[in-house]
Nanobody, 114 residues
Framework: VQLQAFGGGLVQAGGSLRLSCAAS????????MGWYRQAPGKERELVAA???????NYADSVKGRFTVSRDNAKNTVYLQMNSLKPEDTAVYYC?????????WGKGTLVTVSS
């Protein structure tokens, strides 16, 4: 399973960005997909995740601002980020859980200026 993320960039505080991540390879059905992030000097943390059935889980710090969604037919997961804050600045990594193994994409940098 290969994961390719798109959509990072520089945005002002209060702005929005949309990340997307497409999984490719010999895939039948991916279980959970989602996003982690890692800020400088901090550990990687879960941002949001979504199961194949649509159940979601969010970090408390992003609830009400971020929305995770997926297109199962395209094996793609999205992260809509609104009301961005400088503390959201991080490298964002998408992941997919497939046959009880986690796969990771290369990170995409999100920078929120104050």
């Amino acid at each position: 399973v290969q994961l390719q993320a798109f959509g990072g960039g520089l945005v002002q505080a209060g702005g929005s960005l949309r990340l997307s991540c497409a999984a490719s390879g010999s895939i039948f059905s991916i279980n959970a997909m989602g996003w982690y992030r890692q800020a400088p000097g901090k550990e990687r943390e879960l941002v949001a995740a979504i199961t194949s059935g649509g159940s979601t889980n969010y970090a408390d710090s992003v609830k009400g601002r971020f929305t995770v969604s997926r297109d199962n037919a395209k094996n793609t997961v999205y992260l809509q980020m609104n009301s961005l804050k400088p503390e959201d600045t991080a490298v964002y990594y998408c992941y997919a859980n497939y046959i009880n193994m986690d796969y990771w994409g290369k990170g995409t940098l999100v920078t929120v200026s104050s």
